[in-house]
DNA sequence: TTGTTCGATGTTACCGGACACATGGAACGA
DNA sequence: TCGTTCCATGTGTCCGGTAACATCGAACAA
């Protein structure tokens, strides 16, 4: 048992077959005699050759593995994310090699470069600085998805999720349990149209849709992404006085790390006030009190987004597509 | 501005030097004059070159990346361990992709072929099987580094937590908080020398070491590696009815599922019952109650790891080493 | 002046596959 | 019997870099 460096030649000569020959057979290419097929694969088999990985990549031109590039793979929404993503490309016969963007725009212009530099056939992006990269995107032509974010230009496909509406029906849910004065947590600036104003603005088309006219005070900006940030707007919240009894939060870490700064406040939830979040992550079932939350089908964002890379793989000069996820209300503890 | 299909030979001609020439500027290898150097590097601004990662990999037999093998990316704890592995192996200039190995010896086997296949450099692996593997780990000779997990067989280099001691020190700070009574949550069976059964062990030595007679009905075993499979387990330790007031819990994700059945079931943490983990992930802290743990210095053991793994490719013949992370008692709510 | 040395740069071959095309023999029709 | 067709397999070349070695000119010593 050699140790990787058997080359096709040595399972060629082995096999009394051509080098040729021995690509066919593993690459099922063109038909292969079943005498000679067999010949090589217990020569394969005998040598425990495997193919060189580099080289057909650079003879071919494909790598057959495509790059997922997320803000941070240690938050558990892209932890999830990533696990569906393995798996559908899985499904295709791809890879998949994670990438850290750090939720810059540098590093999400980084992860584009670096991309193909490794040569991924493939990048799916789950961008939230896209839209600043300057100069906008400059690797047309390469095979990328953004996942989660728009592109306001149809420069890429993209899967998103219902931004807007599932916001809004979050906080339809929170009306419909009683609450009069709903606050919302978002982050970022919101000049610009980023996934934190389009669910801001469903806050808003809900409240409005049901007569109930927006308070600005109760627009909460967290202090940072991160557990802290969210811990301590949970407990600015909670010193505002503003006789909230409903939040709405962008999303189930930030809810999670808000629920804990109205805790070290004293504050009950769902007693004395309710919290809704927006991802489903696995833990939002777990935490006391469970979360309830907008549940963008994970599992049919990252398949689509897989199937739209190996597409735009296969055919790069294709019109862009877009797809939104369905979305589900799921109503536990946290809003009972 | 091209589009990837720019060659060095193209670079070459446009700077008016030699494919040698621009070779050596970029990797930085022999001396060239600044001029040449100047007018490469003019070249390659203007051309957009970029290397071809295959061709450089094929030729020179190294690709610049590691591979970091988790069972499962989606849970915090190995997203933790990936985003310090990724920092660490940066500074030493290498790029990490990640893997899944589903927590299963045939994973981590796959992983281990897949990581040679597609020629990583060398490979980060977070086993919890390697002992398992028949035949015993095919891959001598392939820089392979083992974390959280030991090998017996001193055939890897590995870094590892101290896992009884940890579990040791945990069990201490219970009975220090006045516990009298107190179980055990530990996984797997308990007959291989695998990470629960460590951690078990930890907690026996702790209650002898404080002459309590450790009682095999405090020993739980959770019924799946899963929040579900943690959350009934936490019922389970409830309905028991066994007087117990403290619980040593094996990680901390387990620990939080465990304390969401116990609520199920109405026993108050800490009033009940106090309850200590292992891991300190960043959840552990934002959780109601936030959760002490043991903190297994993560920076450090994913510093250590990337440490290693590059020693091992600069040279492969030295003699395997061990190192144990240093760790700590992090006290927090959940037993106050 | 001429030979030696040394640093900068060019030349050649090769890494390990895969594509395009060439070849050769069996099967078949006329 | 001979030419055609077709299928299985082999040959040559190239993908885009880089290691090893060759070369060339300037500086220097004798």
């Known amino acids: 048992m050699n140790r990787g460096k058997v080359t096709m030649s040595d399972v060629a000569r082995l096999a009394g077959v051509s080098p040729m020959t021995v690509s066919n057979v593993i690459n099922d290419r063109v038909r292969v005699s079943d005498q000679a097929r067999e010949r090589v694969l217990a020569a394969i088999r005998e040598s425990g050759y495997q193919v060189n990985a580099a080289a057909r990549n650079l003879r071919s031109g494909r790598s057959g593995v495509i790059g997922l590039a997320v803000p941070q793979v240690g938050n558990a929404y892209f932890g999830l994310l990533a696990t569906h993503v393995i798996e559908a490309a899985q ?4 890879h998949v090699a994670i990438e850290q963007t750090g939720a810059l725009a540098t590093g999400e212009a980084a992860a584009i470069a670096q991309s193909r530099r490794l040569q991924f056939d493939g990048l799916i992006l789950s961008a939230v600085e896209i839209e600043s990269l300057v100069p906008p995107v400059p690797e047309q032509g390469y095979p990328i998805v953004l996942l989660g974010e728009q592109d306001r230009a149809g420069r890429f496909d993209h899967v998103t999720v219902a931004n807007e509406a599932g916001t ?17 947590v978002t982050g970022g600036d919101l000049d610009r149209l980023t996934m934190f104003t389009r669910r801001y603005n469903g806050y808003r088309t809900a409240l409005e849709g049901r007569g109930i006219d927006p308070d600005p005070r109760l627009r909460f900006i967290v202090d940072a992404l991160s557990w802290e940030g969210a811990r301590s707007t949970g407990r600015r919240i909670a010193e505002a006085d503003l006789g909230i009894d409903g939040l709405v939060v962008f999303s189930d870490t930030v809810a999670m790390g808000v629920m804990r700064g109205l805790r070290d406040r004293g504050v009950s939830v769902p007693d004395d006030m309710r919290v809704i979040g927006f991802d489903d992550i696995p833990e939002s079932a777990v935490f006391i009190p469970s979360l309830s939350t907008v549940n963008p089908d994970h599992r049919w964002k990252a398949a689509k987004a897989v199937e739209l890379v190996v597409a735009r793989i296969a055919d790069p000069a294709a019109p862009p597509r877009e797809f939104t996820a369905p979305f589900t209300i799921v109503e536990r503890e946290s809003t009972a």
């Open 168 to 184: 809004a029906a979050a906080t339809e849910h929170l009306i419909d349990q009683g609450c009069e004065r709903i606050a919302v």
């Open 91 to 94: 499904q295709h016969g791809y």
